[in-house]
C-alpha cells in the first residue's frame, strides 16, 4: 500500500471547504473482497450513485445503517465522530447471525471503550502497518495520510483467511 501524494491537510477537499469524508483506499478494499470475495452490505456507503465499495446493497448516512439488520458479507468504514454505535452494531448484528461475516475499519483508538469491547470479543484485529490514503470522494485523495492508525475487526468463520490476506498490510491477532 505505498503510495506518494502531494502535502497538505488531509481535512480540505480539493476546492478549499473542510470535509469530514473518509473513504476507504481502493488498495485496502481491494483485500476486502480478497477476504471475504463478495460484499453483500455497505451501511456506511457514501453514495448510491457513486459508491466506494462494491456491494449488492448499500446504506447512506441519510438512511442510517444503524437502523438496519445487517446482512451476509459486510464491509463498514463508519463516521468516527459515532463510531461507538457502529462497533456496537457490528458485534450486535453476529451475534444475532444476520451478519455472517464482516471487516469493520476504525481508527485505532485503544484508549475508549469501544475499542476495549471490539478487543475483548471473538474479533480478530489487524493493526496496519501505516497510516492510511483516505479518499475524500470516489478516486479524488486526500492531500496526506490519516493522522491517527488504524485497525481493521473481522468477525466470523474465515479467520485463518482473514490472517491470510491482511497480513500483507499488518499484524493480525
Not at 470535509?19 to 456507503?45: G, M, R, W
Not at 466506494?52 to 437502523?67: H, K, M, P, R, S
Not at 453476529?94 to 464482516?102: D, I, P, T
Request: hydrophobic share 35%.
Amino acid at each position: 500500500m505505498t503510495a506518494t501524494r502531494n502535502v497538505g491537510r488531509m481535512s480540505h477537499s480539493p476546492n478549499g471547504g473542510k470535509t469530514n469524508i473518509y473513504l476507504t483506499p481502493k488498495s485496502l478494499l481491494a483485500l476486502v473482497y480478497e477476504c471475504l470475495e463478495k460484499v453483500d452490505l455497505d451501511p456506511c456507503s457514501n453514495s448510491h450513485e457513486w459508491p466506494q465499495v462494491c456491494a449488492d446493497t448499500y446504506y447512506t448516512e441519510a438512511e442510517n445503517g444503524l437502523l438496519y439488520a445487517w446482512h451476509n458479507r459486510i464491509f463498514a468504514n463508519p463516521p468516527y465522530k459515532t463510531v461507538k454505535l457502529w462497533a456496537q452494531k457490528f458485534l450486535d448484528e453476529y451475534a444475532l447471525g444476520h451478519m455472517s461475516e464482516g471487516i469493520l475499519l476504525v481508527a485505532a483508538s485503544t484508549e475508549t471503550r469501544w475499542y476495549q469491547k471490539l478487543g475483548k470479543s471473538k474479533a480478530l484485529i489487524c493493526h496496519i502497518n501505516e497510516r492510511l490514503w483516505f479518499d475524500q470522494a470516489p478516486g479524488i485523495p486526500c492531500k496526506e495520510r490519516a493522522r491517527f492508525g488504524s485497525v481493521l475487526f473481522y468477525l466470523g468463520p474465515r479467520q485463518e483467511r482473514f490472517k491470510e490476506v491482511f497480513e500483507k498490510v499488518g499484524f493480525v491477532r
